[in-house]
């Protein structure tokens, strides 16, 4: 279900552009590689590729596995 953001959040974000452009989206946890593939079919499953079902299929896991990919290789990277 999309909810839509109401007119109060416009202007305040208009009002207050470093609410928008200042934010940082933190992840302290990693996430389950089946949520990034099930978050990855939910916003292009209804995106028109032309391309074979089985092509956008292989898309939409791909990318969760690149995400998966780089949290893996994030903890590498401060370990050294």
């Known amino acids: 279900m999309i909810q839509q953001v109401g007119e109060k959040f416009?202007?305040?974000s208009l009002k207050f552009p470093g609410l928008i452009s200042g934010c940082t989206i933190d992840w302290f946890?990693?996430?389950p590689k089946d949520a990034l593939i099930a978050v990855s079919s939910h916003f292009l499953s209804s995106y028109n590729i032309v391309?074979?079902?089985?092509?956008?299929?292989?898309?939409?896991?791909m990318?969760?596995?690149v995400h998966d990919?780089?949290?893996?290789n994030c903890v590498v990277?401060?370990?050294r």
């Open 69 to 72: 990919g780089v949290a893996e």
């Open 77 to 79: 990277y401060f370990q």
């Open 63 to 65: 990318m969760g596995t």
């Open 29 to 31: 946890s990693r996430w």
């Open 51 to 61: 391309s074979e079902d089985e092509t956008k299929r292989q898309l939409i896991e």
């Open 10 to 12: 416009r202007n305040r």
